[in-house]
């Protein structure tokens, strides 16, 4: 159970696109999701934190509308990057609490962004 | 400032052998802390977790202690396996106002088992 699924796993474009990721909570209903960033042989890092209803909280340095995040419904968040450039190319992974916040988040299984 | 670390980059060991990957944290008002294995391509996966109450907590093969005093935090794997094999990664969980957390991840630890 508590399954995070992310569509897609892998994605190439060209610069200047703008891709949309979906992460979507399978099984359990999200009211918080996280998405994160990571870099190879890197951590995650933390961009921002996506509120169903509400506006998505970023953390300093990730640009809103460079990285922009919609919480549609209690199991569904998006993160679209948009005008997308070779150096946003990276490893994104979003997660959730099934149990709530303070609890272990499940994260999905990433998409590999590419921007040619 | 605030940070979650490693002591050691890479780990290697032979099958069979007890593992102990290790981690600081510089936040003694941290309450949760989470170990989590990441294989190649793969998101997070998680592994155990401890609240800042408790000093150990044993899972399947695996153990996280905690030493407060020092800001410690170490996940020990019995009998390692291949299949063992991964980047290990401690993360604090900070409440950052309200009931919002913010987990915040250390650099990782690559663990290779050599058959």
């Known amino acids: 159970g508590a399954v995070v699924s992310q569509h897609p796993s892998w994605v190439i474009c060209k610069s200047g696109t703008s891709v949309k990721i979906e992460c979507r909570s399978l099984d359990f209903q999200a009211t918080t999701m996280f998405w994160y960033r990571q870099f190879p042989k890197q951590s995650l890092m933390l961009m921002a934190t996506s509120n169903e209803g509400s506006k998505a909280t970023y953390e300093q340095g990730v640009e809103k509308d460079k990285f922009l995040i919609n919480h549609a419904s209690l199991t569904l968040s998006t993160l679209t990057v948009t005008s997308a450039h070779p150096e946003d190319s990276s490893f994104y992974i979003c997660s959730a609490p099934p149990s709530g916040v303070g609890q272990p988040q499940h994260f999905g299984d990433g998409t590999r962004l590419s921007i040619l | 400032g605030e940070s979650v670390g490693l002591h050691l980059p890479t780990l290697s060991v032979q099958e069979g052998d007890n593992s102990i990957i290790n981690c600081a944290y510089s936040?003694?008002?941290?309450?949760?802390f989470i170990w989590y294995k990441q294989e190649s391509g793969k998101g997070p996966q998680f592994i155990i977790d401890i609240r800042s109450n408790m000093d150990k907590r044993q899972g399947q093969r695996v153990t996280v202690l905690l030493n407060k005093t020092v800001k410690h935090l170490s996940l020990q794997i019995a009998a390692t396996q291949p299949g063992d094999s991964a980047v290990y990664f401690c993360?604090?969980?900070?409440?950052?106002?309200?009931?919002?957390?913010?987990?915040?991840f250390g650099k990782g630890t690559l663990l290779t088992v050599n058959p």
């Open positions: 993360a604090e969980n900070k409440l950052r106002g309200g009931s919002n957390y913010k987990l915040t």
């Open positions: 936040n003694s008002a941290s309450d949760y």
